[in-house]
């Protein structure tokens, strides 16, 4: 009787049983040569099932940029198919007719696995499998649930260092995951151009998967997809023409958000304060800002009660309302057209309510400084 996948990942010891399943995953993944390549770009977007309700956020983001050369937007759900999921894919399409998507998830078999191992970074790669094995283009753009451009040349300026410069990989920011180093030229996955024809053609499945790998230099280093190819890859560049601070990334909202539906301690407390604004953008709203900010308004001591649960606040640095005060200008002001009244006086309770902050108005912008 043959052992299943399943069975022989849950058997070894973790590093070991790791990479049995990143070869199973490469496996049961296969793609086919990318031959003929239609025009333009594809876009890669790779969508947390449990934070499907806020998807609306990132297209509407990618809605206000320019995408005169974009052909695909591949949107993978991150897990096999559900009740319910044709369905949601159906509502979400006829919402942008004028966006070119085209939604997938899991094969069942790989999708089973994934989710049995419950490891963020197969959910990430396979998120990346699924959609390349789809591509029709030479150039994708990998694009992160939980980032947002700030400039409607954002994709077409990585794409274009495929399309026009021959690049493989470009990247807005370099990746420090794990000890890389900013020398190490290796750019992060969360807005990555790559040349989707190569890696079909010439590289396998596997290959792009996250491993452990040493570097010329002895590091034993961690990878993200991606990062093993890159080392070996020299035509790779920063993209021209955009900065980190071209985009509003908010790191860690997946992890916060199934530790709080889950009643776990939340470690990144004030991710929460990010997720009331997208969710009160994706519905419509302001609720759930000004429900916020009315607790905030009135908290006695450092903590705020959230979905019935009551989160400590009391690790959160006042710093954070500086960061949080110019993603959410930013943001707003890109989807909106304005920085509306609610986010200013959210922003501003926030920053009360992070350790006592003052406010103090300048001309053009305010400044946060500690009480």
Not at 139 to 153: K, R, S
Not at 171 to 199: K, N, Q, V
Not at 251 to 262: D, M, P, Q, V, W
Not at 343 to 355: P, W
Request: one cysteine or more; hydrophobic letters at 40%; aromatic letters at 10%.
């Amino acid at each position: 009787m043959r052992t299943s996948p399943v069975v022989l990942a849950g058997s070894f010891g973790r590093r070991a049983g790791q990479s049995l399943v990143r070869e199973a995953i490469g496996r049961l993944t296969p793609w086919e040569p990318l031959e003929r390549c239609e025009d333009g770009y594809s876009i890669i977007l790779g969508v947390p099932w449990i934070l499907r309700h806020i998807l609306d956020v990132n297209l509407r983001a990618i809605a206000r940029c320019d995408l005169g050369r974009l052909t695909d937007i591949h949107i993978v759900f991150d897990r096999g198919e559900k009740p319910g999921m044709a369905d949601f894919a159906s509502m979400v399409a006829a919402e942008w007719p004028g966006l070119p998507l085209r939604f997938s998830w899991y094969a069942q078999p790989v999708g089973r696995l994934c989710e049995a191992v419950n490891v963020s970074t197969f959910y990430n790669g396979l998120n990346i499998l699924t959609a390349l094995s789809q591509c029709r283009t030479r150039a994708a753009v990998l694009h992160d649930f939980d980032l947002y451009p700030l400039h409607e040349d954002y994709f077409d300026a990585l794409a274009g260092m495929v399309l026009d410069r021959g690049m493989r990989f470009a990247g807005i920011e370099r990746t420090r995951y794990d000890g890389l180093r900013d020398e190490d030229d290796i750019y992060g996955t969360w807005g990555l151009a790559m040349d989707a024809a190569w890696l079909r053609n010439e590289r396998r499945p596997v290959d792009i998967l996250h491993r452990q790998s040493r570097l010329p230099d002895g590091r034993l280093i961690r990878l993200d997809p991606f990062s093993w190819l890159q080392l070996s890859e020299p035509r790779r560049a920063a993209v021209d023409g955009l900065t980190p601070d071209d985009v509003c990334h908010v790191k860690n909202l997946c992890s916060t958000y199934l530790r709080l539906n889950g009643g776990k301690k939340v470690g990144v407390a004030w991710r929460l304060h990010y997720l009331a604004y997208l969710e009160d953008v994706s519905l419509g709203s302001t609720d759930r800002m000004e429900e916020l900010t009315a607790s905030m308004d009135s908290a006695h001591d450092r903590s705020l009660t959230i979905n019935g649960q009551v989160i400590d606040f009391s690790n959160v640095h006042w710093t954070c309302a500086n960061v949080l005060r110019r993603e959410l200008f930013k943001l707003d002001e890109f989807l909106c057209g304005e920085v509306r009244g609610v986010v200013r006086d959210f922003v501003a309770s926030s920053a009360r309510f992070f350790g006592g902050a003052e406010t103090v108005r300048a001309e053009h912008q305010t400044i946060l400084v500690p009480a």
